[in-house]
């Protein structure tokens, strides 16, 4: 079937369960896209049908544990139609100034093999500019035979989702950025937020006891001081990983320093939430030393 000359040769991705909030917004912002699939995890409220109501494709997804979770799974499995992918939660927009740009991407010759895109998180109605949250660059569009996410050895952690949240993508290529935003404006409520943040933090206890001990992940990113945002991001996370008093350094650090202030009372809210989701961490960083420690005695 012959492609309308509306649309962009691009697979489009969404990761997803239970998102009838948000589904349909995120549908339409990518609805210029030729192919679209939503990767289910066997949803329990109207999220397929909303999805299937604006043309995208349905597949699902059963989690075995381990490696790979959910979109690696799909990178690998899905009959994708398009040599470019792009990823998009089910939370996140693609803003008509980001659609222009990549459609100007495909009228040009280029040698760059993925893009990097900058998110915009919206957190009670207000844009987070500071707290240390923006920029956030992500690689999300992408031939997908070249890029995979990394495996940080975390993966069989209990109740931290199917889905990939903080790895990142490694490519095997070159890569650009991209210089307008993707929307990141999630409708649930505070208690979604602290609820998704409590399995988040499983992970992070993982990933933080890994980082600390020296174990070697598999695909990562480099953490370099003097290379690209995410290899200085890897490589301040090394290092904030064996930090002391790290809940109150996050809340100094994100308010104070990277002048969450700035952001008003979501700012506040947004890095009293991100502290307590760090102490929590470290009790779970804590509590699995002594586990480790009950093993061996």
């Known amino acids: 079937m012959k492609m309308p000359p509306d649309k962009l040769p691009i697979s489009v991705i969404v990761p997803i369960k239970n998102e009838e909030r948000n589904v349909a917004a995120c549908l339409q912002s990518v609805a210029w896209a030729d192919e679209i699939w939503v990767v289910d995890s066997h949803s329990t409220d109207r999220t397929c049908?909303?999805?299937?109501?604006?043309g995208a494709r349905i597949a699902q997804f059963d989690y075995a544990g381990g490696f790979p979770k959910k979109k690696n799974w799909a990178l690998q499995n899905l009959p994708l139609k398009h040599e470019w992918v792009l990823l998009i939660d089910a939370d996140e927009r693609v803003m008509p100034e980001l659609e222009e740009e990549i459609r100007a991407l495909f009228q040009t010759q280029s040698h760059v093999d993925g893009y990097y895109v900058n998110r915009r998180l919206i957190f009670l109605g207000r844009w987070i500019k500071h707290c240390g949250w923006y920029p956030s660059?992500?690689?999300?569009?992408?031939k997908h035979r070249l890029g995979r996410f990394e495996k940080l050895e975390a993966e069989e952690i209990e109740n931290a989702g199917d889905v990939e949240v903080h790895e990142h993508v490694v490519l095997d290529g070159q890569a650009g950025y991209l210089k307008?935003?993707?929307?990141?404006?999630?409708?649930k409520s505070i208690y979604h937020f602290v609820e998704r943040h409590n399995r988040y933090s499983n992970w992070d206890a993982k990933v933080y006891a890994n980082l600390a001990g020296g174990v070697a992940a598999t695909s990562s990113i480099n953490a370099s001081l003097f290379g690209s945002p995410l290899e200085r991001k890897r490589f301040i996370k090394r290092m904030w990983a064996r930090l002391p008093f790290r809940p109150a350094l996050r809340f100094v650090?994100?308010?104070?320093?990277?002048?969450?202030?700035?952001?008003?009372?979501?700012?506040?809210i947004f890095c009293?939430?991100?502290?307590?989701?760090?102490?929590?961490?470290?009790?779970?960083?804590?509590?699995?030393?002594?586990?480790?420690?009950?093993?061996?005695?």
């Open 49 to 54: 049908e909303l999805a299937q109501q604006h």
């Open 137 to 142: 660059w992500n690689m999300r569009l992408f």
């Open 180 to 187: 307008n935003d993707l929307l990141h404006e999630d409708f």
């Open 253 to 268: 650090w994100m308010y104070f320093i990277k002048r969450g202030f700035l952001d008003g009372k979501p700012g506040l």
């Open 272 to 297: 009293t939430l991100m502290t307590m989701h760090e102490a929590v961490i470290s009790a779970k960083s804590y509590e699995q030393r002594i586990k480790k420690q009950e093993s061996f005695s």
